[in-house]
């Protein structure tokens, strides 16, 4: 089992959809959790970060962390074509390797007009 | 401006030349970070670097070489490039061990 599972899509919605993006773990000393937005031909951008479980709120986007199930997920609400873009999940934690970042493979997401 | 950058952007070589890329950041952020992208593996990570003229491995380091002698540089080395090295390499850093990590926009390399 890898550690960090993430559902490649392709994920094409219309405009105006909630998007409901994921990601499940194995490791449970992760702490620290991320989503990363890669433009294509451009670097991941850091979208949240949230520490341990719960929820976190900016814009459009909501990030929630269920440490009990290992699953966190990322809403984007009333998607534009702007958030057309690969998603990536992120976590850290555990003993002396915080700086170690574990990826998911990447959610690619279409936002159709 | 402030922030990371990678260079080249793009860069095809022939296999077995050496061929190095650089990562340069100016937020004097102590962690440092070399990642390759690929299809069907999503990000590797392969050298790491806590601090100046302290680096370690990571995921995939066989053919790699990096170094870091001053905080703000980073570069990677493929001293006899191969085919199977070529892909889209990231650059990262973050100021403390448990704080997200900011990306570079990458170079893109092909080794014909």
């Keep these: 089992q890898k550690e960090v599972e993430q559902d490649p899509g392709p994920l094409s919605v219309p405009e105006g959809a909630i998007v409901s993006l994921n990601c499940t773990y194995s490791n449970s000393a992760f702490q620290y959790f991320m989503w990363y937005r890669q433009y294509s031909r451009k670097g991941p951008e850091l979208l949240m970060y949230t520490y341990s479980s719960g929820n976190k709120e900016d814009g459009r986007f909501t990030a929630q962390v269920d440490k009990s199930s290992k699953y966190i997920s990322l809403f984007i609400r009333d998607s534009q074509p702007s958030d057309s873009a690969t998603y990536l999940c992120a976590m850290s934690g555990g003993g002396g390797s915080n700086y170690k970042l574990t990826f998911g493979k990447g959610t690619l997401l279409t936002v159709n007009p | ?112």
């Design chain 2, 1 to 112: 401006d402030a922030g990371i950058t990678q260079s080249p952007r793009y860069k095809i070589t022939e296999t077995g030349r050496q061929v190095t890329l650089m990562c340069h950041q100016t937020w004097s952020h102590s962690y440092m970070f070399w990642y390759r992208q690929d299809l069907g593996h999503g990000l590797r990570l392969i050298y790491y670097s806590a601090a100046a003229d302290i680096t370690d491995k990571g995921e995939v380091p066989d053919g790699y070489v990096v170094s870091r002698s001053k905080t703000e540089n980073f570069p990677l080395t493929l001293e006899s490039a191969t085919r199977s090295q070529t892909s889209v390499y990231f650059c990262a850093s973050t100021g403390f061990g448990n704080q997200p990590q900011h990306f570079g926009d990458g170079t893109r390399l092909s080794i014909l």
